[in-house]
């Protein structure tokens, strides 16, 4: 996402939506469990329920059958953190700009809102956090050193991936510049040397997809194919969400808040009426979603609403809530025979 006219697109939904502060209704509009269950019989996704406090948590419960314990992850996405410093002096005025663009419903700045966001973490110990792209706004070096202490309060596994802000720099944004000399900075958060990494657990594994240009290298592909033979329910993190197969209504919300491209595509989206897959990344997409899947689900982020939509008749893709608006998403599967 790019500048102001998506803060205020983004800013116009929410007062249209809510009227004022934050309500979740709307999400549910989609409601997907009947879809769901009377398809699979094997997968419920529970309605979202609406904020606590001081963070705005919509969490989401699958039923995995053969699932021993119950697994949980706590997801969040753009943050748009933009702390700058003097060691990028020539990226200071912009970075005070976006600093001020990106602040929550109760004016936090967005580095107060992932402090809060990591000591939600903390105090709710889940299995795993994943962080899907966007953390930072900008390559800074602040940024950067910031995100990375949170991150080394926590004795929670966490998985980073990196969106199409995190590398941007100034006016280098997927420039040659960017691959060289700002991408590399996010090594000190997370291993970006091949676009995807995975972290294996006793029943599931979770793996995240660098798509930051639209596309997953094949390094990505591999790893996806491996871990679904692996026998384990599979949960799949990309930074820009994929087309759901059932349902427009991603589709349509995108376009209105993002504009939308030749043929009406939409700008922000991956699939057939969106950014077009490129081979490698069809195959990807083909993986998640073929019959025999052991994916349940697919965290999401990019467009800055929370949304969740169903990408065939057995995957659920939950699409989050701006991490700079406090908001997280908290996933939990949970075994057949347990009640929550
Ligand atoms: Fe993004």
């Known amino acids: 996402m790019r500048g102001r006219r998506g803060l205020i697109a983004l800013i116009a939904m929410l007062a249209t939506v809510s009227g004022c502060g934050f309500n979740n209704d709307y999400v549910v509009k989609t409601d997907l469990s009947s879809k769901l269950g009377a398809k699979t019989g094997a997968i419920k996704v529970e309605k979202t329920i609406p904020a606590p406090d001081d963070i ?3 969490e989401e419960v699958i039923t995995i059958p053969g699932l021993t314990e119950e697994f949980e992850i706590v997801f969040t996405a753009d943050n748009h953190i933009s702390l700058c410093d003097d060691r990028d002096s020539a990226v200071l005025e912009k970075a005070a700009k976006r600093y ?9 700045y ?11 973490v903390e105090s709710e110990n889940p299995n795993l956090f994943v962080l899907g792209g966007d953390v930072v706004d900008s390559a800074m070096y602040a940024g950067i050193e910031f995100v990375s202490g949170e991150l080394s309060k926590l004795e929670v596994p966490y998985l980073y991936g990196i969106g199409n802000h995190d590398f941007e720099y100034g006016d280098e ?14 090594s000190q958060i997370s291993d970006i040397s091949n676009g995807v990494r995975s972290i294996e657990f006793d029943e599931v594994v979770v793996l995240i997809a660098d798509d930051y240009c639209n596309k997953v290298t094949p390094a990505a592909l591999a790893e996806l194919q491996r871990v679904c033979s692996l026998g384990k329910t599979v949960i799949v993190s990309v930074h820009v969400p994929i087309e759901p197969g059932l349902g427009d209504s991603l589709w349509e919300m995108s376009k209105a808040i993002w504009g939308q491209g030749a043929d009406a595509r939409s700008r922000v989206l991956l699939g057939s009426n969106s950014c077009t897959p490129d081979e490698t990344t069809q195959a990807f997409i083909d993986e998640i979603l073929k019959a025999d899947s052991p994916v349940k689900a697919v965290l999401a982020g990019h467009v800055h609403f929370y949304h969740k939509d169903m990408l065939n008749d057995k ?15 908290k996933l939990i599967l949970k075994p057949e025979n347990i009640q929550k």
Do not use: C, M, W
């Not at 420039?175 to 700002?182: G, K, P, Q, V």
């Not at 995957?315 to 998403?329: C, D, I, L, M, S």
């Open 110 to 120: 967005a580095d107060e809102s992932f402090e809060t966001v990591i000591k939600y």
């Open 173 to 186: 944004y997927y420039s040659a510049t960017a691959f060289s000399e700002y991408l590399p900075r996010l």
């Open 315 to 329: 995957v659920v893709q939950f699409v989050a809530g701006p991490g700079f608006n406090k908001e997280v998403t």
């Open 100 to 108: 001020e663009y990106f602040k929550s419903f109760d004016d936090s």
């Open 56 to 58: 705005t948590v919509h």
